[in-house]
């Protein structure tokens, strides 16, 4: 079994600090949800709903707003500001927060880190309408990815020795939970490195455990859940693989992990104490930098930042990790963060400005519906990223 339990400082020491850039400030604040099984998915059109992109833009974070058709095609629906300011990870090649689920849809709520003022806005979603209910401080450092399952939320903050915090959701309000706060021991500087920061937080489907993703580590954090969202002390530590990055649950105990440094996708099984095995060896995809996966239906669509190309894998009935397509397609604009709505697939492409959106097939392929521009283009080390959908 891979793993380790609570040695969390011998694992981390070689990580290297980074100090913040000088003349930043980062204030040191204050003060979809669904079912994942293998089995599930339709392919079925028909229904309205909204994308929703996060500007991440450093003098002041906002939200766009698409309004999506039965097609699948959007069109702009305004922009809502979130009352925070965008942020960045140093040395970010085309992601400026290097995570996964930065802006999270969770029963009719929208969750967005404000990653330059350590916050997280909350708004209420009608239809293509957000209105802002709450900005609060987010526990840390520099969030870059929210988790949300039934009425428990979980903030992930990259900087500094990077944490995790808890909050119980309640009429579209957050509340801390005092015991959930766990620092992860990264080392890091505020803002930290692109490679060293920390990549996603995640509920696994039985709320039984938080998961973290550490790129620079190597290794995924559990953390059980206790009583009222309370986290347990020390987290059990499992390697999983070269840079894991993002990651998605394939079962109620099994999950899908991107290894950004091998250029690949591992399968773990989740044990009863938290602790990941991996499950048959890792799949590689012939591509550079996949970091992003999503699921639609029973395929898992891969972004490669560093290919522009969406690659797809599947789990066959005996439980085998195989990839279909290398390429499935190629976005031609720096593919990141992505988002799945009613049988579409929405993908970021910060160099160019654009989302664009893709017909899921029965076969897993890809067929481009629609494509917005005009959005933050990535430069001077920041852009948007971040995008989820009704």
């Given at each position: 079994?891979?793993?380790?339990v609570?040695?969390a400082?011998a694992?981390?020491?070689?990580?290297?600090?980074?100090?913040?850039?000088?003349?930043?400030?980062f204030?040191d604040?204050?003060?979809p949800?669904?079912?994942?099984?293998?089995?599930?998915?339709?392919y079925?059109?028909?229904?309205?709903?909204?994308v929703f992109?996060?500007?991440n833009?450093?003098e002041?974070?906002?939200?766009?707003?698409?309004?999506?058709?039965?097609d699948?095609?959007?069109?702009n629906?305004?922009?809502?500001e979130?009352?925070?300011?965008?942020?960045?990870?140093?040395?970010?090649?085309?992601?400026?927060l290097?995570s996964?689920?930065?802006?999270?849809?969770?029963?009719?709520?929208?969750?967005?880190?404000?990653?330059?003022?350590?916050?997280?806005?909350?708004?209420?979603v009608?239809?293509?309408k957000?209105?802002?209910?709450?900005?609060v401080?987010s526990?840390?450092?520099?969030?870059?990815?929210?988790?949300?399952?039934?009425?428990?939320?979980?903030?992930l903050?990259a900087?500094?020795?990077g944490?995790?915090?808890?909050?119980?959701l309640?009429?579209?309000?957050l509340?801390?939970?005092?015991?959930?706060?766990?620092s992860?021991?990264?080392?890091?500087?505020?803002?930290?490195?692109?490679?060293?920061?920390?990549?996603?937080?995640?509920?696994d489907?039985?709320?039984?455990f938080v998961?973290?993703?550490?790129k620079?580590?190597n290794?995924?954090?559990?953390?059980?859940?206790?009583r009222?969202?309370?986290?347990?002390r020390?987290?059990?530590?499992?390697?999983?693989g070269?840079?894991?990055?993002g990651f998605?649950?394939?079962?109620?105990d099994?999950?899908?992990?991107?290894?950004?440094?091998?250029?690949?996708?591992?399968?773990?099984e989740?044990?009863?104490?938290?602790?990941?095995d991996?499950?048959?060896?890792?799949?590689?995809?012939?591509?550079q930098a996949?970091c992003?996966?999503?699921?639609?239906?029973?395929?898992?669509?891969?972004?490669?930042?560093?290919?522009?190309?969406?690659?797809?894998?599947?789990v066959?009935?005996?439980?085998?990790?195989?990839?279909?397509?290398?390429?499935?397609?190629?976005?031609?604009?720096?593919?990141?963060?992505?988002?799945t709505?009613?049988?579409?697939?929405?993908?970021?492409?910060?160099n160019?400005?654009?989302?664009?959106?893709?017909?899921?097939?029965?076969?897993?392929s890809l067929t481009?519906v629609?494509?917005?521009?005009?959005?933050?283009?990535f430069?001077?080390g920041?852009?948007?990223e971040?995008?989820?959908?009704?």
């Open positions: 079994m891979k793993r380790s609570a040695l400082a694992l981390l020491a070689g990580l290297t600090s980074v100090g913040s850039i000088p003349g930043t400030a204030a604040g204050g003060g949800g669904h079912h994942d099984d293998r089995k599930g998915g339709d079925h059109h028909g229904d309205e709903g909204a992109v996060q500007t833009k450093a002041g974070n906002t939200i766009r707003v698409f309004d999506r058709d039965e699948g095609r959007l069109t629906a305004g922009e809502y979130t009352g925070g300011l965008g942020g960045f990870t140093i040395g970010a090649p085309l992601d400026a290097a996964q689920g930065s802006l999270v849809y969770h029963k009719g709520m929208l969750f967005a880190v404000n990653a330059g003022s350590n916050t997280v806005t909350v708004f209420r009608e239809g293509t957000l209105h802002k209910l709450q900005v401080w526990g840390g450092l520099l969030p870059v990815s929210v988790a949300a399952r039934g009425d428990l939320v979980y903030v903050n900087g500094g020795e944490s995790v915090q808890g909050f119980e309640n009429k579209g309000r509340s801390r939970i005092e015991d959930a706060n766990r992860l021991g990264l080392h890091n500087g505020n803002p930290p490195a692109f490679g060293t920061a920390p990549a996603q937080v995640k509920i489907p039985d709320s039984e998961l973290v993703s550490t620079g580590a290794v995924m954090f559990s953390y059980e859940i206790g009222g969202g309370k986290l347990s020390n987290p059990v530590i499992s390697d999983a070269n840079t894991p990055f998605t649950f394939d079962t109620e099994s999950l899908l992990v991107t290894e950004s440094g091998a250029n690949a996708v591992s399968r773990f989740l044990e009863d104490d938290g602790a990941l991996q499950v048959g060896p890792s799949v590689p995809n012939g591509q996949p992003w996966i999503q699921r639609v239906g029973d395929f898992f669509f891969v972004a490669n930042a560093g290919s522009s190309t969406i690659s797809s894998y599947r066959d009935d005996d439980g085998k990790l195989e990839l279909v397509k290398g390429v499935a397609v190629d976005t031609g604009g720096g593919a990141i963060d992505m988002t709505s009613d049988g579409f697939l929405y993908v970021q492409n910060p160019a400005g654009t989302v664009q959106g893709y017909e899921v097939g029965e076969d897993g481009l629609t494509t917005v521009d005009g959005l933050p283009k430069a001077d920041i852009g948007m971040g995008i989820a959908a009704s």
